[in-house]
């Protein structure tokens, strides 16, 4: 038997430092309105989390819509100045002379500062969602700290759990030897006394190691386990993906990998299709993007909390209709505004006219 003083190592991750930290803390304080939100107005918190994470994400996309239409209007732009940055390339040749580069790279930034467009405008927004997805990582790990619903729920279960009669006597190892391989060096220790460390504790059990310790406690305490334990669950997953466990390969979480493939693929595909290129290095790059992006993503959301997954597919979906909409938008802009357009425009004009 264990003594009643035996501590655990910190089983949460590492503080997600100067950066990701505040902007974790600014989400998980949205997300939390956003879930009372939606329980207040379905009634249930059934599936809540999980419809949280997409209109957040769907809030956030919003917020960025001004960036990416600048972001569509200079990759317009940009493909608009295509025949001219081949002509300025043909003029220079294949010089490998640091003077002649040199030369050529000013007039092309001329070109671009002359007609208004930015290389790199394209890859702003996938900066700025990048710590965004970071801080939606760390919020789905310990999802207890941001929405204060679910940390009452985990406290409930800690409370059910240190009420089991013999606890500390005779039910601590049980949790300790559940625990111990799953605790990351160099973290500080827990209390398997303490509700609150019970939290971080419970916050990091899956099926399985609820089962072990299920299994090993008197069959009449089992049944308060466990009905609140339904309840987290159902709180937790959505259409029985679990979003706040990694994912991994198992049916039916699986689906989260395997959407995010699709939807980045075509989210690549329609950029590229957008931005094309004459010059065969850069389309060849493109090309490589579109197979690996997708393919890098795929394994990134095995390895992670369903919840981010979630995320990540619905900014995908968003992004590929606001795609679709602004390049009809600012094409037909770019079209009324191209100086070679207007005369045959004043043509038609005066026929319809006549």
């Given at each position: 038997m264990?003594?009643?003083?035996?501590?655990?190592?910190?089983?949460?991750?590492?503080?997600p430092?100067?950066i990701?930290g505040?902007?974790?803390?600014?989400i998980?304080?949205?997300?939390?309105?956003?879930?009372?939100?939606?329980?207040?107005?379905?009634?249930?918190?059934?599936?809540?989390?999980?419809?949280?994470?997409?209109?957040?994400?769907?809030?956030?996309?919003?917020?960025?819509?001004?960036?990416?239409?600048?972001?569509?209007?200079?990759?317009?732009?940009?493909?608009?100045?295509?025949?001219?940055?081949?002509?300025?390339?043909?003029?220079?040749?294949?010089?490998?002379?640091?003077?002649?580069?040199?030369?050529?790279?000013?007039?092309?930034?001329?070109?671009?500062?002359?007609?208004?467009?930015?290389?790199?405008?394209?890859?702003?927004?996938?900066?700025?969602?990048?710590?965004i997805?970071?801080?939606?990582?760390?919020?789905?790990?310990?999802?207890?700290?941001?929405?204060?619903?679910?940390?009452?729920?985990y406290?409930?279960?800690?409370?059910?759990?240190?009420?089991?009669?013999?606890?500390?006597?005779?039910?601590?190892?049980?949790?300790?030897?559940?625990?111990l391989?799953?605790?990351?060096?160099?973290?500080?220790?827990?209390?398997?006394?303490e509700?609150?460390?019970?939290?971080?504790?419970?916050?990091?059990?899956v099926?399985?190691?609820?089962?072990?310790?299920?299994?090993?406690?008197?069959?009449?305490?089992?049944?308060g386990?466990?009905?609140?334990?339904?309840?987290?669950?159902?709180?937790?997953?959505?259409?029985?993906?679990?979003?706040?466990?990694?994912?991994?390969?198992?049916?039916?979480?699986?689906?989260?990998?395997?959407?995010?493939?699709?939807?980045?693929?075509?989210?690549?595909?329609?950029?590229?299709?957008?931005?094309?290129s004459?010059?065969?290095?850069?389309?060849?790059?493109?090309?490589?993007?579109?197979?690996?992006?997708?393919?890098?993503?795929?394994?990134?959301?095995?390895?992670?909390?369903?919840?981010?997954?979630?995320?990540w597919?619905?900014?995908?979906?968003?992004?590929?209709?606001?795609?679709?909409?602004l390049q009809?938008?600012?094409?037909?802009?770019?079209?009324?505004?191209?100086?070679?357009?207007?005369?045959?425009?004043?043509?038609?004009?005066?026929?319809?006219?006549?």
């Open positions: 264990l003594e009643a003083t035996v501590l655990l190592r910190n089983m949460i991750q590492k503080d430092g100067k990701v505040p902007i974790s803390e600014f998980g304080f949205f997300l939390n309105h956003i879930y009372n939100i939606v329980v207040s107005l379905m009634g249930s918190d059934t599936y809540a989390l999980g419809i949280s994470i997409i209109v957040l994400t769907i809030f956030v996309r919003f917020l960025m819509l001004p960036l990416a239409v600048k972001s569509q209007k200079s990759m317009m732009a940009m493909q608009k100045l295509q025949p001219e940055m081949e002509k300025i390339k043909a003029k220079y040749g294949d010089s490998k002379d640091p003077e002649t580069q040199q030369k050529m790279s000013a007039e092309i930034q001329q070109l671009y500062a002359k007609n208004k467009a930015n290389p790199l405008s394209g890859c702003l927004p996938l900066f700025i969602q990048f710590p997805f970071m801080a939606m990582y760390y919020i789905m790990n310990q999802p207890y700290k941001f929405i204060p619903a679910l940390k009452n729920i406290l409930n279960l800690a409370d059910k759990v240190l009420a089991i009669p013999g606890y500390a006597e005779n039910y601590v190892g049980l949790i300790y030897d559940i625990t391989p799953k605790i990351p060096k160099g973290m500080p220790d827990l209390s398997l006394l509700r609150e460390d019970l939290v971080r504790i419970f916050n990091k059990f099926e399985s190691d609820w089962n072990s310790f299920l299994s090993g406690i008197p069959g009449e305490f089992v049944g386990v466990q009905s609140i334990l339904d309840h987290k669950l159902m709180v937790e997953q959505l259409f029985s993906i679990r979003l706040t466990e990694n994912t991994g390969l198992y049916w039916p979480a699986i689906i989260i990998p395997a959407v995010s493939v699709l939807t980045t693929f075509l989210s690549s595909y329609l950029s590229n299709k957008q931005s094309k004459t010059d065969p290095n850069m389309v060849m790059q493109q090309r490589m993007m579109m197979i690996v992006m997708p393919i890098m993503m795929g394994v990134i959301t095995i390895g992670i909390p369903g919840g981010v997954g979630l995320y597919i619905t900014s995908n979906i968003f992004q590929v209709i606001q795609q679709l909409i009809g938008i600012t094409k037909d802009k770019l079209n009324s505004e191209d100086p070679e357009k207007q005369p045959v425009k004043a043509v038609n004009q005066k026929k319809s006219k006549g």
